[in-house]
Nanobody
Framework: VQLQASGGGLVQPGDSLRLSCAAS????????IGWFRQAPGKEREFVSV????????QYSDSVKGRFTISRDDAKNTAYLQMNNLTPEDTAVYYC??????????????????WGQGTLVTVSS
């Protein structure tokens, strides 16, 4: 499956942004979809994941309560709604697909396909 992340940009603290992850090439609902991010000078980290039927989600502690993951299988697209953004959210955001039949995971090594990343900059 090919993944295309989009929706990044420059926003001010407190603003909202919605990222999209468009998939092509395979049946979208065969995959759990995760979002990860890499801030400047830091390692890539887990942000959120949604399972293949949309019934289970998980968030990192740093975004819980501010970010919401969702998916629209009819559009082969997953979303990450980000509210109340802070400068600490500045990073390149990546979406990834996990084809395993097991439950969702936060472990990057378990993801088989990755999008190219979209930059989110939060600055006043």
């Amino acid at each position: 499956v090919q993944l295309q992340a989009s929706g990044g940009g420059l926003v001010q603290p407190g603003d909202s942004l919605r990222l999209s992850c468009a998939a092509s090439g395979h049946t979208f609902n065969n995959y759990h979809i995760g979002w990860f991010r890499q801030a400047p000078g830091k390692e890539r980290e887990f942000v959120s994941v949604i399972n293949r039927n949309g019934g289970s989600e998980q968030y990192s502690d740093s975004v819980k309560g501010r970010f919401t993951i969702s998916r629209d299988d009819a559009k082969n697209t997953a979303y990450l709604q980000m509210n109340n953004l802070t400068p600490e959210d500045t990073a390149v955001y990546y979406c990834a697909a996990d084809r395993r039949s097991f439950g969702i995971t936060t472990a990057q090594v378990m993801y088989d396909y990755w999008g190219q990343g979209t930059l989110v900059t939060v600055s006043s």
